[in-house]
């Protein structure tokens, strides 16, 4: 198992910055990618970025030039800073995990941070 532990969420002004964190702890061995996702109220759960191990990164086109995803594979830690945030950034943001096992890829998800970005 893998324990993800999420933080950085709150409350931010639109046109302002908020940084997530994600520790990952537990069975490690084996994690391919991390990586963000969100949720808004009454919406489904989408892709906001992923970096897997090699540091390559795929982002959301609605979060390009404004995100940034980066990995501290010493710490198991993955990070989104986020930048010009705007209120339809507000939502749930869940870690996620990916690691390769011997019954192949499994996911882990964090329990989730709220970004709210209202005036």
């Known amino acids: 198992q893998v324990q993800l532990v999420e933080s950085g969420g709150g409350l931010v002004q639109p046109g302002g910055s908020l940084r997530l964190s994600c520790a990952a702890s537990?069975?490690?061995?084996?994690?391919?990618?991390m990586g963000w996702y969100r949720q808004a109220p009454g919406k489904q759960r989408d892709l906001v970025a992923l970096i897997n191990t090699s540091g390559r990164t795929n982002y959301a086109d609605s979060v390009k030039g404004r995100f940034t995803i980066s990995r501290d594979n010493s710490k198991n830690t993955v990070y989104l800073q986020m930048n010009s945030l705007r209120s339809e950034d507000t939502a749930v943001y869940y870690c996620?995990?990916?690691?390769?096992?011997?019954?192949?890829?499994?996911?882990?998800w964090g329990e989730g941070t709220l970004v709210t970005v209202s005036s």
């Open positions: 996620k995990v990916g690691r390769g096992t011997g019954v192949g890829l499994v996911d882990y």
């Open positions: 537990g069975s490690i061995f084996g994690i391919i990618y």
